[in-house]
């Protein structure tokens, strides 16, 4: 959904954050991204020689819509210039819900803790 943003952004455009950081274009993208995510990713585990479980269908539909109405929500509270219920709406309730600094701290500390969690879940499970 950034690639978007990444062109506006090469184009010079006032508005970056269009039709992907919507809610239906979340929800576009995550079926987009359960359909594909499974495949590539098993592939790409394969590849490097990574030891794993076979991906299920219901885990990476749950990544990827998660992955995407996460993405839309962490948005909304960081850029003006969102509307995620477009067209159903133009305004955007989440901005400045939470400081950028208390967001991002946030962000970094879940981050940690997501990584810790799964390290610690790879070394019980491999080293046993």
């Known amino acids: 959904m950034d ?3 990444g062109v506006r952004i090469l184009f010079d ?5 269009g039709p ?4 239906a274009g979340a929800f576009l993208i995550g079926i987009v991204a359960a359909l594909i995510g499974k495949p590539i990713s098993e592939f790409a585990l394969r590849l490097l020689g990574i030891p794993h479980i076979g ?10 819509f998660f992955g995407t109405f996460s993405h839309i929500f962490l948005d909304a509270i960081m850029h003006s210039d969102m509307s995620p ?4 709406a133009d305004s955007n309730e989440l901005l400045g819900f939470i400081s950028l600094a208390s967001l991002h701290i946030t962000c970094l500390i879940l981050g940690v803790i997501g990584g810790l969690l799964v390290l610690i879940r790879y070394k019980t499970r491999y080293d046993a």
């Not at 455009?13 to 954050?17: G, K, N, Q, T, V």
């Not at 992907?20 to 809610?23: K, L, V």
């Not at 219920?85 to 159903?88: C, G, I, N, T, V």
């Open 55 to 64: 991906i299920s269908w219901t885990a990476s539909a749950t990544g990827a």
């Open 85 to 88: 219920w477009y067209p159903l």
């Open 20 to 23: 992907s950081h919507t809610i």
């Open 13 to 17: 455009a006032s508005i970056l954050h």
């Open 3 to 5: 690639i978007e943003s």
